[in-house]
Nanobody, 139 residues
Framework: QVQLVESGGGSVQAGGSLRLSCAAS????????MGWFRQAPGKEREGVAA???????GYADSVKGRFTISHDSAKNTLYLQMNNLKPEDNAMYYCTVDSWDPLLPKFSKYGGSCAGGLIQWGAADFRYWGKGNQVTVSS
């Protein structure tokens, strides 16, 4: 059974930093795609950052240069370092993991890319999710 447990959210002033963690267990994919989504009230869940088993990363335009995704394979923990936070980053943040098969439509549409699939295809068809962690940024 795949389990994803997030931690590290909280409240910070604009310009501050937070680091989210996601401890993953129970998946056995030799090739996987992991990442972070966020959802603000009244808005759809949007992809923020992705990383694949080869450590290739991708980011939504809104967070490029401010957020960094990483994965510690020894601890099987996914991280999202968020710097220079802005009020528009206010949202519930969710981590996700799924098998990375470039032939699946959610990836093949974007050249087989994990980041393309996660960020552009969206949340649909990603099967495993954490419960979410709130990030609040005050101006």
């Amino acid at each position: 059974q795949v389990q994803l447990v997030e931690s590290g959210g909280g409240s910070v002033q604009a310009g501050g930093s937070l680091r989210l963690s996601c401890a993953a267990s129970g998946y056995t994919y030799s090739r996987y795609c992991m990442g972070w989504f966020r959802q603000a009230p009244g808005k759809e869940r949007e992809g923020v950052a992705a990383i694949d088993v080869d450590a290739s990363t991708g980011y939504a335009d809104s967070v490029k240069g401010r957020f960094t995704i990483s994965h510690d394979s020894a601890k099987n923990t996914l991280y999202l370092q968020m710097n220079n936070l802005k009020p528009e980053d206010n949202a519930m943040y969710y981590c996700t993991v799924d098998s990375w098969d470039p032939l699946l439509p959610k990836f093949s549409k974007y050249g087989g890319s994990c980041a393309g699939g996660l960020i552009q295809w969206g949340a649909a068809d990603f099967r495993y999710w954490g419960k979410g962690n709130q990030v609040t940024v005050s101006s």
